[in-house]
């Protein structure tokens, strides 16, 4: 109704007052506002900008796809050409995405998830949530992925939804309240998974989050699918890779043992792309002389990686022995078909027809087929996952684990021709079954993640194979993380992030580690009494963030902490320009009077005083440069020298003035009363436990913690302190033994304090004083 009357309104309105329009906008923000929510405003343009991102991504790497194999079909007739035309399309685009996102925005190459951690455990990362990363990681993504490189999208498109998130709470004043909130939820816009953006990005989530994430991906993959009906690209909205399982008997029981093994070996394929991923890394970064050579020639290594892969995947070449014409999603298509390729015993003759005719090679049979497109593709996503370009990982494994899954399902389709008997009926294996199981333990294995079991129910539409895709996903997750870090925790290393590692399960040393074995004593503060020298002194050595504030420096009572910029305010104004400009005319004035006479003056002792004020500043002028007079005065000066000369004389003395003024105004005592103190910052006892600041830091997403005994400020603890405290008693295979003396910052000086103590103790008994 309200709305209604102001819409009514709006021509008289007009006539009355030139600004009714502003003001009417303003009055129906705040309906709006009041009524629906700003959360649910936001959650849907959030939603509305994925969905509309995404989809046009989507659409031009199709277009790219399609302009590859419509090159590589148009020279059939010339194989040298369709080499040439299969290599050279992919090169150009890595190399254009690679060039692009080097010079336009370097934060976004890679996932982006790694980074995205860091941020949401507290750490800024400067020029990671900007538009120029947008629109690098957009551009540089769709490039990527329409070379036909075996690279993922789903990692980037969380950076690129909180890129969204981050960008429309900064730029939309309507939304400018909510920016904190907003990087919590951003992670969640991707399509298909909140649960896998979670667990990939937080190690501790709020819970009253999850609606804005639900409802935002909600609406963000109801968009999408609409646009892809409207694109005709689809008929109904429908699930992605959709299978047609049989629903009345997907599995025996019998072939759980089979699905366990799908998930053990899995578990041991994760790590193992993990560990081969970072082997490459190092490799490259350990050899100085390549390392400085492609430093130089930055687009040589993506387009010698690319030219590689390339060459290998040629469909008239090996290609053809590894399906190398299709696609990541066909080739994901035809391994969760439910047809058997097998042709044994009374097993359904399948009729190689459409993408499939890709996997028939009329020497070899498919299972030489399935275990070359293994084994190519596994080392080929980890080395193509290492170049810089904005690309992910997740989908290439998920593909190589649905292949593993594939070839066990047609061994055991090979091993039992005639089906599983139960009850007298007989039900053949259903191979798409096993490679929906193995897309999920891989891809669970490689992230370190639970969530790809609702992935692959969300991707095929089917929850017939609930029970074995947990199981596997579950063994493939406790063999993986014995193993080796995640994907991401092993990028984040590589990087070396300021991210807090994880502590690992059954480490009892993590208990026996004080707060007081490895914090900083050395701490930098300000007293309360301090003057503004102080403040100076202490703002030029290091880059802290706040600085902690204590009553004196004797009783080291912890009173608060204040921000570096508000102490840099304080300074800036106790020495502004409005208060030098104030002393000039201040002490001008007062010379003035110091020169004036009680009586009216006459004519000639207005001339006396004249004169005797010329002489008084060019005696303190000469007196000012007679240390720097090195020849003696010459009288043949023009008058432009002259007065040169004098202006320069009296700049000097103002410039004595004013550092004289400085002096004295930084030896005054500071006023905190116009200063923001935080009274309350967080702070330990010194025997807290290293789990128990572990835990705190990573729930609170702390930099920094204050240790204090009987509120006497002894030390400081930060992100730093605390991850050399974990790398140093926590192993990957294994605990090490508890960290020597001196091995951790501040060890040395508490031994050496405790023997001062202990030495006033003595020389301070009785013995000690009847002795004397």
């Not at 299969?86 to 996102?101: D, E, H, K, Q, R």
């Not at 070996?265 to 970064?285: D, P």
């Not at 904005?390 to 061994?411: D, K, N, W």
């Not at 301090?530 to 009783?555: F, H, I």
Request: net charge positive; aromatic share 10%; charged share 15%.
């Amino acid at each position: 109704i309200t709305v209604g009357v102001c819409v009514l309104a709006l021509p008289d309105v007009f006539c009355l007052c030139p600004h009714a329009s502003a003001v009417c906008t303003v009055r129906c923000q705040k309906f709006l506002i009041s009524r629906v929510g700003e959360d649910w405003i936001f959650l849907i343009l959030l939603g509305l900008v994925m969905a509309l991102v995404s989809w046009v991504v989507d659409f031009c790497i199709a277009i790219c796809l399609q302009a590859q194999k419509w090159m590589y079909g148009g020279l059939d007739s010339n194989i040298f050409l369709q080499y040439l035309a299969w290599v050279t399309y992919p090169v150009v685009l890595i190399t254009f995405s690679a060039g692009f996102t080097q010079i336009l925005a370097p934060q976004a190459v890679g996932s982006g998830i790694p980074e995205m951690k860091t941020i949401l455990r507290g750490v800024v990362l400067k020029e990671y949530l900007t538009f120029k990363t947008f629109v690098a990681k957009v551009i540089g993504l769709t490039c990527a992925l329409g070379s036909g490189m075996p690279l993922g999208k789903e990692g980037p498109f969380v950076h690129i939804a909180s890129l969204c998130a981050a960008l429309l709470s900064k730029f939309m004043s309507l939304f400018g309240g909510i920016y904190e909130k907003a990087l919590c939820v951003c992670v969640c816009v991707c399509v298909p998974g909140v649960l896998f953006s979670i667990e990939v990005t937080s190690t501790f989530f709020a819970v009253r989050n999850y609606w804005r994430g639900f409802f935002a991906a909600t609406f963000s993959a109801f968009i999408f699918r609409v646009l892809a009906v409207w694109n005709r690209d689809e008929e109904t909205i429908t699930a992605l890779f959709k299978t047609r399982f049989r629903l009345d008997f997907p599995f025996d029981l019998q072939e759980l043992p089979a699905f366990a093994v799908i998930g053990i070996a899995s578990g041991f394929g994760g790590a193992l792309f993990v560990y081969l991923n970072r082997l490459i890394v190092q490799f490259m970064r350990k050899q100085k002389t390549i390392n400085r050579f492609l430093m130089k020639k930055r687009l040589l290594y993506p387009a010698l990686v690319t030219l590689l892969v390339s060459t290998l995947t040629f469909p008239p070449g090996f290609g053809q022995f590894m399906a190398g014409k299709l696609t990541q999603k066909e080739s994901l298509v035809t391994l969760l078909d439910n047809r058997t390729w097998a042709k044994h015993g009374i097993a359904e003759e399948f009729d190689y027809i459409g993408h499939s005719q890709a996997w028939q090679h009329p020497q070899v049979n498919v299972f030489v087929t399935l275990v070359l497109f293994i084994v190519m593709k596994f080392w080929m996503s980890a080395l193509a996952t290492t170049i810089p370009v904005p690309c992910g990982a997740f989908m290439p494994v998920f593909v190589i684990g649905a292949a593993f899954g594939r070839l066990v399902g047609e061994s055991m389709a090979a091993w039992f021709p005639d089906g599983i008997h139960s009850d007298g009926t007989v039900y053949s294996i259903v191979p798409g079954g096993y490679a929906v199981v193995g897309a999920a333990a891989l891809s669970g294995a490689v992230t370190h993640t639970v969530s790809t079991a609702v992935i692959v129910f969300e991707l095929t539409g089917q929850i017939s194979h609930i029970l074995p895709v947990m199981i596997a996903v579950i063994l493939a997750n406790a063999v993986a993380q014995s193993l080796q870090p995640s994907l991401y925790d092993s990028i984040i290393r590589i990087k070396k992030l300021p991210y807090l590692p994880e502590l690992g399960w059954g480490h009892h040393e993590k208990y026996n580690i004080r707060v007081e074995d490895i914090m900083v004593r050395d701490v930098r503060y300000i007293t309360l009494n301090c003057c503004y020298r102080d403040l100076q002194n202490v703002l030029m050595v290091g880059n802290l963030k706040t600085l902690a504030l204590v009553e004196s420096a004797e009783s080291m009572i912890l009173l608060g902490s204040i921000e570096r910029a508000q102490l840099q305010a304080l300074l800036s104004r106790q020495l502004s320009r409005a208060r030098r400009l104030e002393y000039i005319r201040d002490r001008s004035v007062s010379e003035k009077k110091n020169l004036s006479v009680l009586t009216v003056p006459s004519k000639n002792d207005e001339n006396q005083r004249a004169s005797q004020e010329v002489r008084f500043q060019v005696r303190a002028a000469a007196q000012l440069l007679q240390p720097l007079a090195t020849e003696p005065l010459n009288c043949n000066l023009s008058f432009k020298s002259m007065l040169f000369m004098f202006s320069s004389l009296l700049l000097r003395i103002l410039f004595l003035q004013i550092a004289e003024w400085e002096e004295m105004q930084l030896d005054e005592q500071v006023n905190f009363d116009d200063c923001k103190i935080d009274p309350a910052p967080f702070q330990l006892v010194e025997r807290t436990s290293l789990h128990k600041t572990h835990t705190i830091f990573s729930l609170l997403g702390l930099d920094h913690a204050y240790v204090t005994s009987i509120g006497r400020l002894i030390g400081m603890v930060s992100l730093i302190e605390l991850r050399k405290a974990i790398e140093g008693s926590v192993k990957a295979k294994g605990v090490k033994l508890r960290p020597p003396p001196g091995q951790f910052p501040g060890q040395r000086h508490q031994q050496q304090r405790e023997r001062g103590h202990r030495a006033a103790q003595a020389v301070g008994s009785p013995q000690h004083l009847a002795a004397s």
